[in-house]
């Protein structure tokens, strides 16, 4: 099992721009993550699901939008890029709600210029 | 506000030695605590994860200690080797909303030859 997947690894962009980052899971889990991770602070939830086709705001929700069409895969989109999104960005999968273990994918480091 | 805090920020030791690792929470009620290890460029890996109801729990060389009612945990990292290297950050859930963690900054722990 691969795990908890995430693409791209790294990606710089210029203010304005849109991306979109994947966040792929092979464990048949039911809940999917999203959290961004900057220095001096802890992780934080930017959007979540807790099941194909559902998705939920975060603590840090405002600039980015989310899709869960399959049960594998949960999308970040981001529609106009600015610098303060600058970020490391994980995903994260449990098997069941709240007490479960996460697991983390490896990061996408993103840039925004 | 629900807040984790952590110390020391960062930590030096030799390798072989023990060194133990603080967290404090202000979290109320809440669910579990958990400790993750992030390695340099990775994503968080779960080490532990505790109930409100248990005191101690050990992953090999890593023993987490939980005081509920001084809402204090440490975790404690025996004869330690280069590949404890990394960050190590707490992560607490709250009682009636177990979707949302609540991560601390990290300790930042460097094992030296």
């Known amino acids: 099992n691969a795990g908890v997947t995430q693409t791209p690894k790294f990606r710089v962009l210029k203010t304005g721009q849109s991306m979109t980052l994947l966040c792929a899971q092979d464990?048949?889990?039911?809940?999917m993550y999203w959290y961004r991770q900057d220095p001096g602070m802890g992780l934080r939830l930017i959007h979540y699901?807790?099941?194909?086709?559902?998705?939920a705001k975060g603590e840090v929700p405002d600039g980015y939008n989310v899709s869960r069409l399959k049960k594998q895969n949960f999308l970040l989109g981001l529609e106009s890029a600015a610098p303060s999104q600058t970020s490391v960005y994980f995903c994260?999968?449990?098997?069941?709600?709240?007490?479960?273990?996460?697991?983390f994918g490896p990061g996408t480091r993103l840039t925004v210029t | 506000k629900n807040q984790v805090e952590q110390s020391p920020q960062s930590l030096i030791i030799l390798e072989g030695k023990n060194c133990t690792l603080q967290c404090n929470y202000t979290v109320s009620p809440f669910s579990n605590l958990r400790w993750y290890k992030q390695d340099t460029g990775r994503g968080p890996v779960s080490l532990t994860i505790m109930t409100f109801s248990e005191n101690t729990k050990s992953n090999g060389r890593y023993t987490a200690t939980l005081d509920a009612d001084t809402k204090q945990s440490s975790l404690h990292i025996t004869a330690s080797q280069l590949s404890d290297s990394a960050s190590y950050i707490c992560v607490v859930s709250e009682l009636h909303n177990t979707d949302k963690l609540i991560f601390g900054t990290g300790t930042r722990l460097q094992v030296f030859p």
């Open positions: 699901s807790v099941g194909e086709g559902t998705t």
């Open positions: 994260a999968s449990s098997p069941r709600r709240g007490a479960g273990e996460q697991y």
């Open positions: 464990m048949n889990h039911e809940y």
